[in-house]
């Protein structure tokens, strides 16, 4: 008999827990939990089948293989979308299970139809299972993207299973793409679309499908904040490739974001812009990045930083913002760095350079939305804050990188060369960063240690910010 006890699952991370709480105890995020019935953590194969093979210990053991032996790499389909492809490592692997995550309306549905469309003119065999919209709204899409002739067979369905059995039925299909995973359901699993249970449960049975037939899987998630459908972290763990794709509704670009590759280097990056024709791929993404910056006249708190992502170089402007001190804990903001980096940054500006950040509010962005994880990028958020508060702008010809230290040195970062030759590229003529690095075209301005830096600075002349008091 099926296994039909309630379970507590948090909808964030699927942690189990025997009771309900408030709080999960795995992830921490509150009222994530809901109880859910059902064989939820029975196998594939019903709780029947998982009893049969418990009780029978013996029979053959595994089939043992030596550590060394070669295996040809597997074969890759290309989407013909270079950012797409660039991301994934190289392309689509066949038999591999990928997640596309990300918000509600960011471009995740459009982004995959274009996919399909390559890969369907190149004369592969595609499917796409749409459980969010009917057949009609995607044959629009697909119009406004100029795909209507792409030979791609759709279906407007939530059945998991039925998805299974057409991926094993169907000879030769190369690509499937299930959008979304959080409207998929699993005969059987009584909890309703979107829970832990059945997302994983529509998650395994797709991905062993796709393993055996050698197709590529593509599953589209949606995140949510509040916890409230299981979230695609759940399925992380489960898939070979995890990409999200991002970027700021109000903004055009949207960013595609390797967390996890098992095929390919997990930080790549991609940029695109939504247009009014669909994404279009971006594949000089510094100059985006840096494009406010032309023509504009000097102003304190922006700083350059020679940033490094995805196996290239990406320049991007990180912005400051310093008030005046007054009475009452300051308010310290981060979008886009991480704002344990900035208090440690701050403490190091005050205690080795001697530069009064405290009891002062602190603003840190970096441009477009894009979210830096390098500890090089230390030096550039250090140039913005200096500027900020000295008032004076950051050479606009200079690139920062470097990560600082709690000693106040600055230390030498990976990949250096080819920071600066962006820079060069990008019409910069200074780079200031640890170490002696050359470039031909660009001088070096050493920092060693974050005094050198504010003595860069404090060269450049005086721009005060206008006050409340200059208005009228
Ligand atoms: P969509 O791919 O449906 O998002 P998701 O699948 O992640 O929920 O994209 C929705 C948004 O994209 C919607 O606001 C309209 C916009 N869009 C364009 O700007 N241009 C286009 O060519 C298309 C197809 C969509
Ligand atoms: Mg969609």
Not at 11 to 14: D, E, L, P, R
């Given at each position: 008999m099926a296994r039909s006890a309630s379970q507590f699952i948090c909808?964030?991370?699927?942690g189990v827990h025997r009771r309900w709480a408030?709080?999960?105890?795995?992830?921490?995020?509150?009222?994530s939990i809901v109880e859910e019935t059902g064989a939820?953590?029975?196998?594939?194969?019903?709780a029947k089948a998982a009893s049969v093979r418990r009780n029978r210990s013996r029979g053959p053991g595994l089939e043992l293989e030596p550590l060394k032996g070669g295996t040809p790499p597997r074969p890759r389909i290309a989407t013909g979308i270079a950012e797409l492809d660039r991301a994934l490592g190289g392309g689509l692997v066949q038999g591999g299970a990928i997640l596309v995550g990300g918000d509600p309306g960011i471009g995740k549905s459009t982004l995959l139809l274009q996919a399909m469309g390559g890969v369907a003119n190149a004369g592969h065999a595609v499917i796409y299972v749409s459980g969010e919209e009917g057949v009609d709204q995607i044959r629009g899409r697909a119009e406004r993207l100029g795909l209507a002739d792409a030979p791609v067979a759709l279906a407007a369905a939530t059945s998991a299973d039925a998805a299974a059995a057409t991926i094993q039925s169907t000879p030769n299909l190369k690509l499937i793409v299930i959008d979304s995973i959080q409207t998929m359901y699993v005969e059987g699993v009584e909890s309703a679309p979107g829970s832990v249970s059945q997302v994983r449960a529509s998650a395994q049975i797709l991905i062993a499908a796709a393993k055996r037939s050698e197709a590529a899987l593509v599953l589209v998630g949606h995140v949510t904040k509040d916890g409230a459908i299981a979230g695609p972290r759940v399925l992380e763990h489960m898939v070979d490739a995890v990409l999200y794709f991002e970027g700021d509704s109000s903004q055009h670009y949207r960013i595609l974001r390797a967390v996890k590759n098992r095929f390919g280097p997990a930080d790549a990056l991609g940029v695109f812009e939504m247009t009014g024709a669909g994404l279009r791929e971006v594949p000089n993404p510094s100059t985006l990045f840096l494009s406010e910056r032309q023509g504009r006249e000097p102003v304190t708190g922006a700083a350059v930083f020679a940033g490094f992502r995805g196996a290239r170089p990406l320049l991007v402007e990180v912005q400051a913002l310093v008030g005046a001190p007054g009475p009452g804990s300051p308010r310290r903001a981060v979008v886009g760095w991480d704002s344990a980096r900035l208090a440690m940054a701050l403490a190091v500006l005050e205690s080795r350079a001697g530069l009064p950040f405290s009891g002062r509010d602190v603003f840190l962005s970096v441009a477009g939305g894009l979210r830096l994880e390098e500890p090089a990028a230390d030096l550039a958020a250090a140039a913005a804050l200096i500027s900020a508060l000295l008032e004076r702008p950051a050479p606009m010809d200079c690139v920062f990188f470097g990560e600082l230290a709690l000693s106040g040195e600055a230390r030498p970062t990976p990949q250096t060369e080819a920071r600066l030759t962006e820079a060069v590229r990008l019409g910069f003529a200074r780079a200031a960063g640890p170490g002696d690095a050359r470039v031909k075209g660009l001088k070096s301005e050493p920092i060693r240690r974050i005094d050198d830096l504010v003595t860069l600075i404090a060269a450049e002349p005086l721009l005060p910010a206008p006050k409340p008091a200059d208005w009228d």
């Open positions: 909808q964030s991370c699927g408030g709080k999960c105890d795995h992830c921490g995020a509150w009222n939820t953590a029975a196998p594939v194969g019903g």
